[in-house]
């Protein structure tokens, strides 16, 4: 049996304070970043784009699994949450860094710590990150990705990957062109591409796609 994942408080459990209110204002951000943090935000992506569920989803890149290995050593330096978050507006956000004293910075805080309550700190909590795929041997191929994103993906994403809208407003996130991530990106790495959409996507049914087809679409939308 897989071992548990952690489960975040209930949605309802924000408590009406001071810190709950903030609390309830980073996950505004966080599911509606570019309306809420407008000045530090260079694409039509919010982070519950790419950490779904809120940031609360198992397996989906949640932010409490982020929460408990913070700070923590990172590519050479001492990363905090806070620094990590930054990071997060300049390389997913195609954007630029919140200050340290932000009231956007220290909202997003407030929520990830308030849905990190009652997780062990410094655990690798299962859950975390999303589902490692590992690259087919035969190496992945672009031309069977255009066929899969035509058949399984373009219906919301839109054919020219630029995400689809309703009323003026998006509702399916763009996944490639200006509006998107940038190479800066994590999710631009293809082994990072591959195991969020085999871990995510289809939207209605994560989990179907084969490694080899997560490989093949991750180097179709990087192509
Ligand atoms: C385009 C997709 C995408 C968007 C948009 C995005 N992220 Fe991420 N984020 C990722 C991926 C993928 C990782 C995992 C990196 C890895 O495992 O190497 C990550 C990692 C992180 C981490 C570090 C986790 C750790 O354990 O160190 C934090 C914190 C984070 N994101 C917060 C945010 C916040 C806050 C936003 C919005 C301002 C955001 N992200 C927007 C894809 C995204
Ligand atoms: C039913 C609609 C739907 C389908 C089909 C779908 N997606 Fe998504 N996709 C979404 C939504 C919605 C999100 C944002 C996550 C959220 O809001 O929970 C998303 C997020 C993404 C992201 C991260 C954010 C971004 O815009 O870069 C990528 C990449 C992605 N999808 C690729 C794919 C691929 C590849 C397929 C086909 C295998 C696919 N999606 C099929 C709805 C869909």
């Not at 709950?20 to 935000?41: K, M, Q, S």
């Not at 949640?62 to 507006?89: D, E, I, K, N, S």
């Amino acid at each position: 049996m897989a071992p548990r994942a952690f489960v975040p408080p209930r949605r309802d459990a924000i408590p009406p304070t001071f810190f709950g209110d903030a609390v309830l204002r980073g996950r505004a951000i966080f599911d509606h970043t570019g309306r809420y943090a407008r000045p530090f935000v260079g694409n039509a992506l919010s982070c519950g784009d790419c950490h779904l569920g809120e940031g609360r989803e198992a397996d989906a890149g949640p932010l409490w699994a982020a929460a408990a290995l913070c700070p923590r050593f990172y590519r050479g330096h001492m990363a905090t949450l806070a620094v990590r978050t930054q990071a997060a507006f300049v390389q997913s956000e195609n954007g630029r860094a919140p200050p340290p004293d932000s009231v956007v910075l220290t909202d997003l805080l407030a929520y990830v710590h308030w849905m990190s309550r009652g997780e062990a700190i410094g655990a690798r909590t299962p859950g975390r990150g999303y589902l490692p795929v590992a690259a087919p041997a035969r190496g992945p191929d672009i031309g069977r990705g255009a066929m899969l994103y035509a058949q399984q993906c373009a219906v919301c994403h839109g054919g020219q990957g630029q995400g689809r809208q309703y009323n003026a407003r998006l509702i399916f996130p763009p996944v490639w062109g200006p509006r998107s991530f940038g190479q800066r990106a994590s999710l631009a790495q293809k082994a990072v591409l591959a195991a969020f959409l085999r871990s995510t996507m289809p939207y209605a049914d994560p989990g179907s796609l084969t490694a080899g087809a997560a490989y093949d679409l991750a180097a179709f939308l990087d192509a």
